[in-house]
């Protein structure tokens, strides 16, 4: 077979070639090599680390408090003020620095891809491997009556059930009896994107809970939990991660687009999807406003995107993409 | 008019005559008949097409097309004879009125005659809007419009099932008797509210918008909830027939959508009030010069606070008097693109009425914050609700804003303008609405019976400040009754002061509505003062 073992797991029994290879994780110094080899990680890298800098120190950065409304200083019968040493960015129609406001807005903005993301991993690492171990476990009562416990069919059906689920609709339903705000749009996003995360998870233990290390566990007595959490969580956790990161992205996307349909953040904590949502109506008038927040979104996903690929490349070469 | 088939040969007539009535009511090709469909789009829903419900701007255009009333407006605001054959005899005392119907009118259900109207329905019609049994709730205008007939109020407490006061004299003769002169009783009938219905239709406004049968031009041909109404001309119509052959009613077209769909031509017209920034991009442009419709309302934009909600520091006149020198009304215009002038008090400038000398809170921060330390009242916070056009946002922050230098802090809730009638109509359940009254008719007294009377303070009503002052219903109750306006007009103006005294709303800027409409769109001069649109007049070209 092809390539060098560098772990103590070994396989038994009949594998595709190639696949020791895929299963096999890489070590550490391997992953960091091909890493800095790669460009997409350091431009990925470095774009997210500016956006999440700027969203950090934003208070220091923002030039003005993004709620005072600057109304003088927006010229006579103009709408908004243009871009000036005053505002870098300009000004919205109600006089608030445009910059400030792109600012606070990314902050607002990757709190709900940071919530959002962390629900949609542990769930989805709770799920995935619960029923990828699990399984059908037989279940005796005592009396002598026997039967299986459909815990693998009944997760799985469930992220059928998520993933079937019209979010949109569920977002707006809710938003309507429960009002907008941040965390339920974390919430509604995280219930979307933990259905494929379970899977991704689910998929890999299905592979790796016949590996010899687990029946050695097993047999050296190590209970259910204790294999699913002190072996196989380590296994599954750099996937986790990796497909974490690249939520962010989807996640300031459907943020936009719930906010697009008026089920996002609420008015008074403004993200980059409400900023763009409001502004729509001056995309042929004062285009600055809407392509802005536009322009911070698409470079955060970009960036997500390059760097979670490139981790993803490093540490995983041969996995499927879900 | 009458309707000419086609001349060809007998057989192929024969067979036309079968395809068109088989096809449908309108299938003459001769110029001169309803042709073409006018598209017509609006942000929101349509409330109710129930005539005694229906109380928007959305509502009533549509009303207007497959109702008639028994007086109407002319282009301007002179009445006329609609459903009766000419104006009414007013007895010397001004109680009784006599209206002789109008012969040769039906009553259509999607293009078919049910049968004609008579008197009966007139009566039926006018009692239906008093009853306190109408479901899902009763009309907001009952004791605002139709209270001055005798007998009503015993139909408004339920002791009564008709009122005394609306009799029919015989087939064709309708006698309305008012228990006081009502110089305003007039100008309700020509409101919707005064539409007639066939008695058949019972008190079920969720029944009758499912199925109307009106008089009107048009007929109801299909409704899809948050979608289309489609209204097909009427064939059967007594007057004139409409231009389009079709009128598509589109709902929940989003602000920015319906906008540049009048600006392609792909609708005819913009329901809606024009957003700030297309505004100033056409109202230069040469392009646009005979697209582009200004019209100045009797109307307001307004700020009303919830007066008397319990523990509340809305409730103290001098936190309320704070708000109302806090809030900068200049920079509202700046946003609504000088689309307007400022409003002081109630009436606007074209109504007579207006008291220009009326301005108890000119803009005066340093005063705001005097009166709520004087009130005692640090700070709280509250929310104000509004709807989801993009002008009302700003206008909602730009307030937020305001309120805030005074210590309140005012949560902004959004709400898609249907939704927010919804919503404004429970009492307590908005503490601060931002919203608009548009007259119903152009007597001051329409400033204040729907708006600010204990009346309207209820379930359903428009007076959303929930505020009452008896003393000032019984003064505006004796004031409708002075038969001419220019003699009423003291009297208005002395009860618009002191109203404003007490604050329960903050008048905000007098509108200049604008709206786009399409090239092909004709008929269409000016904007109706009160209507805004009259969409059986216009029509499309090609």
Redesign the interface.
Known sequence: MSGRVEHADFLIGDEPPGAEEALAPTSASRTRRSLVRDPAFWVGATLVTLVVASAVFAPWLAPHDPTHQFRREIPLGELSAPPSPMFPLGTDQLGRDYLSQLLYAGRATLFVGLVANTLAVFLGLVVGIVAGFVRSPRLRLPGGLAFSVPVESGLMRLTDVGLAFPALLLAMALTSVLGRSLELVSVVIAAVLWTTMARLIYGRVLMLRSREFVLAARALGTGNVGIMRRHLLPHVLPLALVYGSLGIATTILFEAALSFLGAGAPIDSPTWGTMLERQTGSLTTDPRLPLLPAIAIFVTVLAFNLLGDAIRDAVDPHTQRT | MDRRFPRTAALTAALLTTTALAIGPVAAQEEGAPSGTLTITFDSEVDSLDPALGYDFVSWPAERLIYETLVTYDEGTTLVPQLAERMPEISDDGLTYTFTLREGVDFVRGGEVVRPMTADDVVFSLNRVLRPDLLPHPSPVSEAFFASIAGADAVIDGSAETAEGLQALDERTVQITLSAPDRTFINALATPFGSVMPMEAGYDATESFADPVGTGPYYLESYTPGELAVFTANPHYWGDAPEAGTIDYALLVP??TGVQEAMAGESDIDGDNL????Y??VKDDPAYADRLHRQSQLSFQYLSIDSSAEDSPLSDVRVRQAMAHAI?KE?IL??A?GRGTIANCLFPPELPGFDAACDPYPYDVDRAKALMAEAGVEGFSTQLYTD?S?LS??VA??MA?DLAEIGIDV????Q?FD?LLGTITVPHQAPLVSIGWFADFPDPSNFIDPILSCAAAVEGGANSSWWCDPDIDTQAAEARSIPSIEDAIPVYQDIQRRIMEQVPLVPLYNDTWTTLTSERLTGLDELHPIWLWELAKYGVDG
């Open positions: 602000e920015e957003p700030t920034p297309i100033q991009q900068d920079n700046r946003l693109a989801t993009e946002g700003l922050e730009s804003a949560e902004v809730i959004t898609d939704t």
